[in-house]
């Protein structure tokens, strides 16, 4: 499954081993989701006074909303929304969003819709998390907003299937299989995610997309009183970013995309390309912990490095390790795989993972690696998870096609190993509920123009693991007002790391719309 996110920085209470090694948690928002305000004027302010479009047929009342904002502690201000489940009936059943503000703190401009990613991501989180990361400048003349789209978090109905210990033994499972036992529990649990998904939200599944989620937040543009959309989307949110520009494209005024995905991929093809992007920044990890003293690789090359991880992994298969927690989970290799992976996301957790592992490798206590896998799949003290891995499976999978066959699942698994001989399986078999799914996709993955926007802004990392820096080039390159900035560095995204080149630019071009001249490199 896809976990992209934008780290929010370095909130949240210490997490270490049980020798109290501390490592202050990193919240880290998964998703691939994005908002767009839509406007119908193609000149002037967020503001501008351009007569919007009409609304489509059978949605005056819903584009009539308004959010009615009510105090909800921390200077934050929330509310909900209204929506149809299905647009081609918008006289049937509603979805309810719901909706959070940072009012801007001086001259309002407008309003500058945010969305983190996953799919599956919760923009109200990561809005109540992290605004006030957000450039002053641009606190000053915009309300931040974040939303939670259809299926998640707050949003009702939300993508609800399984139980807490349903999603323990799926994320147990061994995604490295051996033999046809160990495929078959994997076909077993992720058999059992869609018949499970299938059950309890039979009405819901057909309707989580992306392209109905791209239609909500033109609903959310016009319910806060803008005529332009504005708009920064974090890793899938640069995918639903790219569907709103594409369906209303004269009604993009700025749009950020950080971390892209390049739709034109196929379901195959993004998961081969995530994984090579994981081992990517795996390798990076190792390059930079042979040269600290307390690395448990060791101290030659990254290469050697990566072995000894390689085989620390293939050791947790046969003998898993300690689990202080009390909860009873076993800390099996795709356990381990999953803290590691988690790890990835933001350089400032590579100490937190040296950590981690040292634990593991030396003592056998897997208490570290375990729980920095439960912050990337935002599973609670108490054993609960947030919807995030449910909504990401159910976008996803009604998102692109996927194989029913298991033996193609089997052939790619193989290809993706060979290609990222680290993660290539463990990216493929994590998304095998999408060959089981109840609802087909018609959607067939293409490249995104959204001919006749304003220029739209695309940001790149160079060493991104879950997006990889090719999907920004491609998506600057096939959208035809695309701008490409890059950043050369490590991590997930790259707006909120804190590199000044890149925090200004992006900045002036949402206050102003000026785009950084062409293929700029931050350093």
Request: hydrophobic letters at 35%; glycine letters at 10%; aromatic letters at 8%.
């Amino acid at each position: 499954m896809l976990w992209q996110s934008a780290s929010v920085g370095c909130q949240g209470e210490l997490i270490g081993d049980k020798n109290g090694n501390g490592v202050k948690k990193f919240r880290t928002v998964t998703g691939l989701a994005v908002a767009a305000f839509v406007a119908a004027a193609c000149t002037g302010t967020p503001n501008s006074k351009a007569a919007p479009s009409p609304s489509p047929k059978g949605m005056a009342r819903y584009y009539a909303q308004r959010v009615s904002w009510h105090d909800c502690g921390g200077g934050f201000q929330c509310g909900t929304l209204h929506m149809p489940l299905d647009y081609a009936h918008p006289d049937g059943e509603r979805i309810t969003m719901s909706v959070i503000r940072l009012p801007a703190e001086g001259q309002r401009k407008g309003s500058l819709l945010i969305n983190p990613g996953g799919p599956g991501g919760s923009g109200v989180d990561f809005v109540r998390d992290g605004a006030r990361q957000f450039g002053a400048d641009l606190r000053k003349n915009f309300d931040l907003v974040g939303f939670d789209p259809r299926g998640v978090n707050q949003t009702k109905p939300a993508v609800r299937c399984l139980t807490s210990k349903e999603l323990d033994r799926f994320f147990a499972t061994d995604t490295s299989p051996d033999n046809a036992a160990e495929v078959n529990d994997l076909v077993k649990v992720s058999k059992g995610w869609a018949d499970d998904c299938k059950t309890r939200i039979p009405s819901l599944l057909p309707y989580v997309g992306t392209i109905n989620a791209a239609k909500d937040m033109d609903l959310l543009r016009a319910a806060v009183g803008d005529q332009g959309m504005t708009y920064y989307g974090a890793s899938y949110g640069t995918y639903l970013g790219a569907y709103y520009a594409d369906l209303f494209p004269r009604r993009v005024r700025a749009m950020v995309l950080d971390g892209a995905i390049d739709p034109k991929l196929s379901g195959d093809a993004v998961n081969i390309e995530q994984a090579k992007g994981f081992d990517t920044a795996v390798h990076a990890f190792a390059a930079d912990c042979v040269k600290a003293n307390d690395c448990p690789l060791g101290n030659g090359s990254a290469h050697s490095a990566l072995t000894r991880l390689q085989r620390f992994f293939a050791q947790t298969d046969k003998k898993p390790l300690k689990n202080g927690l009390g909860d009873g989970r076993v800390v099996d290799e795709s356990l381990v795989e999953l803290g590691v992976a988690s790890a990835l996301y933001n350089k400032q957790t590579w100490p937190i993972l040296r950590l981690a592992l040292k634990s593991g490798m030396e003592q056998g206590d897997g208490t570290t690696l375990l729980r920095l896998g439960d912050l990337l799949v935002e599973r609670n003290k108490d054993g609960s998870y947030s919807n995030q891995s449910e909504a990401n499976m159910a976008v996803n999978c009604v998102d692109k096609p996927y194989s029913h066959s298991l033996a193609s699942w089997k052939d790619q698994a193989a290809k993706a190993k060979k290609a990222a001989p680290i993660f290539g399986q463990f990216v493929v078999w994590g998304t095998l509920p999408c060959g089981y799914w109840p609802v087909q996709s018609h959607e067939q993955p293409r490249p995104l123009h959204a001919h006749g926007s304003k220029p739209i802004l695309v940001v790149g990392t160079t060493r991104d693991p879950a997006t990889p820096y090719k999907w920004a080039q491609s998506l600057a390159s096939e959208l035809n007002a695309g701008t490409l900035l890059s950043l050369d560095g490590d991590g997930h995204t790259a707006y909120l790391q804190g590199n000044p080149c890149i925090s200004s630019a992006v900045d002036r071009y949402l206050i102003n719309g000026t785009t950084p001249k062409k293929n700029t490199m931050c350093h």
